[in-house]
């Protein structure tokens, strides 16, 4: 009883869900080639590629010359409940997290909280691999925080914000996917990209301990209610309940809802298409000097694909489109000018947002179904005229691609 009455009551009562205007597709979109679609169009084609590589739901905006011209939910929110995607669905935001993160360090920047070179170490009242948490305050809310494995390997003094935003820390994308779930620095940090959540989460760690306060707060203060993002939260909502997508595998069986009571910076946001379209609307203008840091190229990217055993092998496939990474972002040349993206992947969620900032044009897909991203590349070649998009290193391989 005492468990269940703390668990409860450990849950953020924070968000409100408050009616939302509903948005009428009326407005054809222009492609960056010129070609306009109608809003009919669009809905018919996204509608026969879902039904052809069964992707069970899917959401979707366009933004032209900065502002939204189409939105649109299809499919199920939880297929096994026969329950429709309506305007604002929570949806959990996997790897998005990221890119609002970045913001927000780039803010305390900006208020000379800390530098983006300085290392890390340095802002740490103790050696960084004498960081740890036991269960108990784990239980109490405290992070999973467990440095020890570091000891004996000094590069970890070598590691930067900087370094952390742009994937180049040196860090495991999550030690758990390891072979021996150890964390341990891969290569000198700053020398080459591997996407790392371990470098986030270290970051977060440095900035929560230089602020005083818990990174939800923060995102809340510097992003949610500046933006007006009244849905979005790094920890799970008790109005969350009834009112959140659910994950669905490749047949469209249910997977469980990620409810996170502790903030993680790289992978625990929920939001909505509604939200997060408007603050990607945000970084598309460019009007704050920091939105352009935020896409500004750190690292040129080599590796033939971001993940798996062709990660590992360098290759000049993306050298005409300049594939990088900014601080957030990824970030590759087209004919229309720069474009910057940001992925989010968890088992049954696939995202893709991708923005044009010289052109004021945005794209941005949530799915709850592991399906999805084998229709990226179609949706954001029809719905954007674009054929530039590093699709094979991104891992999108289309449905159709072996009949």
Not at 315 to 337: A, C, K, Q, R, W
Request: one cysteine or more; aromatic letters at 12%.
């Amino acid at each position: 009883m005492i468990l269940l009455a703390f668990n409860y009551y450990r849950v953020d009562n924070r968000v409100a869900l408050e009616p939302i205007t509903e948005f009428e597709n009326r407005r054809a979109i222009l492609r960056l080639d010129s070609v306009l679609i109608q809003p009919d169009s669009i809905t018919q084609l996204v509608n026969a590629l879902m039904q052809h590589a069964h992707v069970h739901g899917l959401a979707v905006s366009v933004v032209n010359n900065h502002h939204l011209v189409y939105q649109q939910y299809f499919g199920w929110r939880n297929k096994k409940e026969n329950q429709r995607f309506t305007r604002g669905t929570i949806m959990y935001g996997a790897s998005l997290s990221k890119t609002i993160f970045a913001d927000i360090v780039l803010q305390l920047v900006e208020e000379k909280v800390l530098t983006l070179d300085t290392p890390l170490y340095r802002y740490l009242r103790h050696p960084l691999p004498d960081y740890t948490t036991n269960t108990f305050q784990q239980l109490l809310g405290d992070h999973f925080i467990d440095y020890t494995d570091l000891k004996g390997d000094d590069r970890y003094k070598k590691i930067t914000a900087r370094m952390c935003l742009s994937h180049t820390s040196g860090l495991p994308n999550w030690r758990w996917l390891e072979p021996d779930e150890k964390l341990t620095i891969k290569f000198d940090p700053g020398t080459r990209y591997s996407y790392s959540g371990e470098g986030m989460f270290l970051l977060q760690m440095v900035i929560e301990q230089l602020t005083g306060k818990g990174f939800e707060t923060l995102a809340v203060e510097k992003i949610f209610d500046p933006l007006d993002m009244r849905r979005s939260s790094y920890v799970w909502q008790r109005a969350y309940e009834g009112n959140y997508a659910g994950g669905h595998d490749s047949n469209a069986n249910d997977l469980n809802i990620p409810k996170r009571h502790v903030p993680n910076a790289a992978g625990s946001l929920s939001t909505t298409l509604e939200d997060y379209t408007r603050y990607f609307t945000h970084v598309l203008e460019q009007k704050d000097p920091r939105y352009a840091r935020l896409v500004a190229p750190q690292i040129r990217i080599k590796s033939r694909q971001q993940f798996g055993p062709s990660a590992l092998i360098d290759t000049d496939e993306n050298d005409d489109i300049h594939l990088s990474y900014g601080m957030g972002f990824g970030v590759y040349e087209t004919p229309f000018g720069k474009a910057f993206f940001k992925e989010g992947h968890l088992d049954g969620w696939q995202h893709y947002a991708v923005g044009f900032p010289e052109r004021g044009t945005a794209l941005i897909l949530m799915s709850n179904s592991e399906n999805a991203e084998s229709i990226f590349k179609s949706l954001i070649e029809e719905l954007t005229g674009n054929t530039y998009t590093p699709s094979f290193w991104e891992g999108y391989i289309p449905y159709d691609s072996n009949m």
